[in-house]
Every structure is written in structure tokens, then in C-alpha cells.
């Protein structure tokens, strides 16, 4: 699955940590999401979306 | 001692995992502590056997103590940790099981005793292992 998160956390000059302690997330669950190489749950994918106050799909993408 | 997957904590697994390390270090005194006791025993009257059962007892709680923690920090976990710990208790529980089944056939062609203890080191190097191995493949970069 693609996502924008590295780009949506650059917007907001946001560093890793922060965007990890406003999610409730570990600074590496953050860096593994927007490297690709974790996927999140649908709740943290919900969280992601709503902190950025935008559509899941506008987020995450399939790969394809 | 930070597991292998240490980066990876929130402040809470940060917690929960200090809580399971103290468990688990006072496990492993206890049961040093009852194994020595129950070796020497012959040796030194003192060790009765209400003090033996006592050691033991003792090891036996901390060790329960120190797997209820390690449910709770599990149960906690960010869900990326989770996923690591998960995947190295695979490992660890996969190689316990081969090891347990198949090293009896290779004492019968003359290899050393292992017994349970050893099962038991095979599976916590196993579960150390897998926690580096997948710790590994989910960071990078940075």
C-alpha cells in the first residue's frame, strides 16, 4: 500500500516524533509506515487520516 | 536489558517492558537461588524443606508474575511492537518445537543430552533472535 504521509508530515513541519506522540505511536511505527514497510491497522490508518483531516483514500492507496 | 526491539517503544511500552525486565530479574534470581539450594541441600542442613519449598515456590510466582507483565506489555504494545513480538514468538515457539521433537533422534545417534533446560535455551535464544530479525526488516532509513 502507498501513502502520502511523508509528504502530509513535511506540509505541517512536523519531525517524526511529533507526528508519532500526536498519534500514540512509536517514532519507528511512523518511520516503518512511510517507508512501506508496515502497513497500519485500520484504526491507526483512521487516526492518520482524521489528524490530517482527510478521506482514508486520500492517505493510503493500493500498490497497483 | 533493552530488548532488541527497544526503538520501537512508546513511553507506556517503555514502562510496561521495565516492569516485565524487573520480573524477569528476580525470576532468574530465585531460580539460581532454589536450584543452588536444592543441589547443596545434602550438604547444608540449614536448607530445610520448608525452605526449599519455599525457593521454589517463590520462583515459581515471580516467573508467573513476570509472564503477566509480559502479557500486559504485549496487550499495550504500539502495534507495530506488537507485531515484531508476535512474529519472534513464532520463531522462538517454532524452533522449541522442532528442537523438542526432532533432538531426541539425534541423542540416539549419540549427540549430547540436551533435556528441558536446554528446550528452554533454544526457545529464549530463538525468541531473541526472531525480535532482532524482525526489529531489522521493519526499520531502515534512519
Known amino acids: ?64 | 536489558m533493552k530488548p532488541f526491539s527497544a526503538g520501537f517503544h512508546t513511553g507506556r511500552d517503555a514502562r510496561n517492558a521495565g516492569g516485565f525486565n524487573r520480573w524477569m530479574l528476580a525470576a532468574a534470581i530465585a531460580y539460581i537461588a532454589a536450584t543452588a539450594a536444592l543441589r547443596w541441600r545434602a550438604a547444608l542442613p540449614a536448607i530445610s524443606p520448608a525452605l526449599q519449598w519455599l525457593l521454589v515456590g517463590t520462583a515459581l510466582l515471580f516467573a508467573v508474575e513476570a509472564t503477566r507483565r509480559y502479557v500486559l506489555y504485549l496487550r499495550q504494545a504500539d502495534e507495530l511492537l506488537r507485531r515484531i513480538q508476535l512474529e519472534a514468538l513464532g520463531l522462538g515457539f517454532a524452533a522449541g518445537a522442532v528442537v523438542a521433537l526432532l533432538y531426541p533422534l539425534f541423542e540416539l545417534l549419540g549427540a549430547p543430552a540436551l533435556g528441558g533446560r536446554g528446550i528452554a535455551v533454544v526457545l529464549l535464544l530463538a525468541w531473541a533472535a526472531g525480535s532482532w530479525l524482525a526489529a531489522r526488516r521493519y526499520s531502515g532509513g534512519t
Open chain 1, 1 to 64: 500500500m502507498r501513502n502520502r504521509l511523508r509528504v502530509l508530515r513535511a506540509e505541517r513541519s512536523w519531525s517524526q516524533g511529533e507526528l508519532a506522540d500526536r498519534l500514540g505511536v512509536s517514532r519507528q511505527t511512523v518511520n516503518a509506515i512511510e517507508t512501506g514497510r508496515y502497513d497500519p491497522s485500520l484504526p491507526l490508518a483512521f487516526s492518520i487520516a482524521r489528524l490530517f483531516d482527510l478521506a482514508i483514500e486520500q492517505v493510503f492507496e493500493p500498490e497497483g
